[in-house]
């Protein structure tokens, strides 16, 4: 009886898990994570807003006319609302990464939602714009996150460089974008380094790197988009606006 139950318990966590995971990362199921368009890539930056380096990054992206994707934390939204406002005025698409870093494989249904929508009230109080797309931490779904897709669009990546750990530098990254990058790419970067298994001055290495990066992919023809435009929406139409 109790192997039974053993064997029970097992199966109801590998639904929960592995099943989303292998759904996700091997057929794509339910989630974005490259766009069609040809010359068009996406930069993406997780774990965010950060006091020391996401200004220095939005400096950059200024510099450069390039707008991007950022995937907050919504209790580092909370505590920098003056980061996310910038990043809403420069033109740039405010995504979620749940209210903490944490795995949704380590969290309830009920909690998983509770602190998206959370975060999600966070960011539109400061922007008045209501967050829909998502990036689960470590890009790990939970089977209940299916159940969110008619509120959110769930966002993953199709190319990344371990710019997380400041090992290899910025030439480990810069090589990994310029040698690797394709038509459609959507690229997983870091404007933190505060979250498990991170590096805290990785992102420096990350800004580093996109200082050549930013100014030669344009030479080679590519161009940028936000995760929005990649997915053939627009600000108005992909964003709920705030009512009243």
């Given at each position: 009886m109790l192997l039974l139950i053993l064997i029970f318990i097992l199966i109801l966590i590998l639904g929960y898990t592995v099943l989303p995971?292998?759904?996700t990362s091997l057929f794509g199921y339910g989630v974005f994570r490259k766009g069609s368009q040809s010359s068009y890539i996406a930069l993406t930056f997780d774990d965010g807003p950060d006091r020391h380096y996401t200004p220095q990054l939005l400096d950059l992206l200024k510099k450069?006319?390039?707008?991007?994707t950022f995937f907050v934390v919504g209790k580092k939204a909370a505590n920098h609302p003056d980061l996310i406002w910038r990043m809403h005025q420069e033109g740039h698409l405010i995504g979620l990464h749940n209210y903490v870093h944490r795995s949704n494989w380590t969290m309830s249904p009920w909690r998983i939602k509770r602190d998206l929508d959370r975060s999600a009230d966070i960011v539109e109080k400061i922007?008045?714009?209501r967050p829909i797309y998502y990036r689960p931490p470590w890009g790990l779904l939970a089977v209940f996150d299916f159940?969110?897709?008619k509120r959110y669009n769930i966002i993953l990546w199709s190319l990344m460089t371990g710019d997380w750990r400041s090992k290899g530098g910025s030439a480990k990254i810069k090589n990994g974008i310029l040698n690797h990058v394709k038509n459609g790419d959507v690229i997983l970067l870091h404007d933190s380094g505060e979250t498990w298994g991170a590096?805290?001055?990785a992102p420096s290495y990350t800004i580093e790197a996109l200082k050549d990066v930013l100014a030669e992919l344009p030479k080679r023809g590519f161009s940028y988009q936000r995760i929005d435009e990649m997915m053939n929406g627009t600000t108005e139409h992909m964003l709920h606006k705030k009512r009243g």
């Open positions: 995971y292998l759904l450069h006319q390039v707008k991007a922007t008045g714009c159940f969110l897709l590096n805290l001055d």
